[in-house]
């Protein structure tokens, strides 16, 4: 098996997936229990915010564990703007987002905000000066993502920080999702209020994630209850998870310096590889990319054929997020950087992770041009 599908999900690593066991078995009392054995559990979690704020740099009690990616998102987007609605309803996002942001905006706009989508460039990366222009006496929120789930475009975090920290009554959320362990990124220095990380982007597991929230930043709760999390995430904590979170994530940071040169050099040994094929039109920018993500389009060919022959051969790739790649063929993130529908429907996408290898790479380079050929000649 080739599997070239790490921006859907990671493998989970064998020694996070111990972790997960042993807490389960070990420590499995609830941490709100005030005897003993909950103590036990309640001290394994604190430890384990402790240790993840030791690798983010920040403050343990700025950590909140989460149950991924999209509450992660869905809490930071709708927390603060149902928290600081009296402060203004206008907030500002990019056209090439998340489904869990996007989709998040959307339902603020049906409860009365006003939501700015900023356009993007040819490469997805949007203006500074654009988020700038945005901004008015009415505006609590910017969210952007740091990496593009799609085509790898990674967006000026720090510059748009550095704006947002001119205006003390917004906040500024960043997706990291597809960055962590690829693109490096300074939480405390860059102007972030709220950032979003998902254990199963990083060799975790699904089920996991953590928000980080700067201290003195207050949320609207989604879920009300027995007030865990500083009562922005109510519900029993699963200790096991965040343990295994905590685990991979520690792992990610070691092996982060080593890993990103190693795909860079795939990527850029899989670019010179796809300039070489007229059929192939490669989205992913040579500038301001992920090195992990290589977004390609074959005009004419319907992605899920590619997808399928490919499949067959043991080597599976995606079309755009898994979150959304069942539904409309167009994507979005492609339309939105000017593309036409014949590349914008008929992309591919491609994501590495530190343990993909060169002989990979070959291997589903020589299956993509043999699958493009066995599909012309049936269509001839």
Request: one cysteine or more; aromatic letters at 6%.
């Amino acid at each position: 098996m080739i599997y070239l599908d790490n921006s859907a999900t990671t493998r989970p690593d064998p020694s996070v997936l111990h972790s997960f066991q042993q807490v389960s078995e070990h420590f499995f009392a609830n941490p709100s229990s005030i005897h003993p054995f909950g103590g036990e559990a309640e001290k394994l979690l604190q430890r384990s915010k402790e240790q993840a704020a030791e690798l983010l740099q920040v403050q343990p009690d700025e950590m909140i564990f989460t149950a991924g990616g999209t509450e992660g998102n869905n809490l930071a987007v709708k927390g603060i703007a149902l928290e600081h609605r009296n402060r203004g309803s206008h907030i500002i996002t990019t056209e090439v987002e998340h489904p869990s942001v996007h989709e998040a905006f959307h339902g603020l706009e049906r409860l009365g905000f006003t939501v700015t989508y900023l356009p993007v460039d040819a490469q997805g990366v949007v203006s500074t000066d654009d988020v700038q222009d945005a901004i008015t006496d009415d505006t609590i929120l910017i969210s952007v993502m740091h990496v593009n789930n799609e085509i790898g475009s990674v967006q000026p975090v720090k510059q748009i920080g550095e704006v947002a920290k001119q205006y003390p009554k917004l906040f500024f959320h960043v997706d990291n999702v597809q960055g962590v362990g690829k693109v490096p990124l300074d939480l405390a220095e860059s102007g972030i209020d709220l950032c979003t990380i998902s254990g199963h982007k990083l060799h975790g597991l699904k089920g996991t994630g953590l928000l980080y929230v700067k201290n003195g930043t207050t949320l609207f709760p989604l879920f009300h209850g027995g007030g865990q999390e500083k009562s922005f995430r109510s519900g029993t904590e699963n200790v096991a998870g965040a343990v295994s979170l905590v685990k991979a994530l520690r792992l990610t940071i070691e092996r982060r310096e080593v890993g990103i040169r190693h795909m860079s050099q795939l990527q850029a040994q899989l670019r010179d590889k796809l300039y070489t094929m007229e059929d192939v039109l490669v989205n992913t920018p040579e500038q301001k990319a992920a090195p992990h993500i290589m977004n390609i389009s074959i005009p004419g060919l319907k992605p899920e054929v590619l997808i399928h022959m490919l499949g067959e051969k043991g080597i599976y790739v995606s079309t755009k997020s898994a979150c959304s790649s069942k539904r409309e063929d167009e994507s979005k993130i492609l339309a939105a950087c000017g593309y036409g529908r014949d590349r914008s429907t008929s992309a591919l996408r491609v994501s590495f992770s530190y343990d993909t290898t060169e002989d990979e790479i070959n291997t589903f380079f020589q299956e993509l041009k043999e699958a493009i050929g066995r599909f012309k000649a049936v269509m001839e």
